[in-house]
């Protein structure tokens, strides 16, 4: 009897102090968000409610939003992504060597050790979960983006083993690991450096299959076939990721646009999408 108690009590008291380890672990997850570094070309943004809103250089995105770019050409929204917290620039000042007939948006370059995404024009792209938690050995990151429809690049820098960035597509989901990429919706994967593990479901079929997209290797999940990606495919990449992250300063870089008024896409399939960096093919 007393044995049967004692070993009750040491079953009640493992589960106490696991319950408060995973409490303790659950308090230490810290949720991040995402800055708004540059814009050209309109775009605006909703929080899941259905209320879209313009966005603006230096609007902080929680989870659970989408960020939806123009149909005009050369448009591109520039978002740094924040597993902990989420830097804010200063806002925009006006220029009066600027024509009045053109409008300004400021942004600030991202540091080397930032994770940044560009959402190039005809796009969606939907913001599901940015976190973090300090393990006492290592920081763990969480960052899951969902491309609805258009176009994606963007740079990862280098994660612990235990983190994970994946972005979801309409067929499938990309692991990144440390990483200069740009993918499109209908699985077009183009990767500079690092490595991408695409999970594609074959709508025809309804199988699943798996590939691995090293550095200086492009993958079309439409057609299964993996290639080495052409010097413009390169120059073109190389030309964003110093777009990008540029290091050593902090000065502001002036993007200007014209004040037209160009319709943004609604949500929904669309065609190849746009065509920087790298077209896909046809």
């Known amino acids: 009897m007393k044995q049967t108690r004692s070993l009750i009590n040491n079953l009640i008291a493992g589960a106490v102090a696991l319950a408060m380890v995973s409490t ?9 968000a ?7 070309g309109p775009a605006r943004y909703t929080t899941g409610n259905n209320v879209w809103q313009p966005l603006k250089v230096g609007v902080v995105l929680k989870p659970g939003t989408i960020v939806q770019t123009s149909t005009q050409k050369g448009s591109f929204v520039d ?12 806002p925009a000042i006006y220029k009066p060597s600027i024509p009045s007939s053109m409008s300004s948006s400021m942004a600030y370059q991202p540091r080397a050790e930032q994770n940044v995404v560009r959402i190039w024009e005809n796009s969606a ?7 973090s938690q300090e393990t006492g050995m290592e920081r ?23 983190s994970k960035y994946e972005v979801k597509l309409p067929n499938g989901v990309a692991g990144i690991r440390g990483t200069l990429y740009d993918i499109f919706a209908e699985g077009i994967i183009k990767v500079r450096v690092g490595s ?12 699943v299959v798996t590939q ?32 990008l992250l540029v290091v050593g300063t902090e000065a502001p870089l002036i993007l200007t646009r014209d004040r037209t ?20 093919p046809d």
């Not at 303790?24 to 991040?32: D, F, K, S, T, W």
């Not at 763990?140 to 235990?162: E, W």
């Not at 008024?261 to 920087?276: F, Q, R």
Request: aromatic fraction near 2%; avoid cysteine.
């Open 140 to 162: 763990v990151t969480d960052t899951q983006l969902d491309l609805k429809t258009g176009h994606i690049s963007g740079s990862v820098k280098k994660m612990s083993a235990a």
């Open 79 to 90: 978002v740094v992504l924040s597993g902990g917290s989420a830097s804010v620039p200063q």
């Open 24 to 32: 303790l672990a659950a308090q230490n997850v810290r949720e991040g």
């Open 34 to 40: 995402a800055t708004v570094a540059r814009i050209k």
């Open 125 to 131: 792209l939907g913001i599901d979960k940015l976190a």
């Open 212 to 243: 691995v997209v090293s550095g200086g290797q492009g993958y079309d999940a439409r057609t299964g076939v993996i290639s080495p990606l052409s010097p413009s495919d390169m120059s073109s990449l190389d030309a964003l990721s110093a777009g």
């Open 261 to 280: 008024l160009e319709p943004v896409s609604p949500l929904g399939p669309v065609g190849a999408g746009p065509n920087p960096p790298g077209t896909p």
């Open 196 to 207: 991408v593990v695409l999970a594609w479901v074959d709508p025809k079929t309804g199988n």
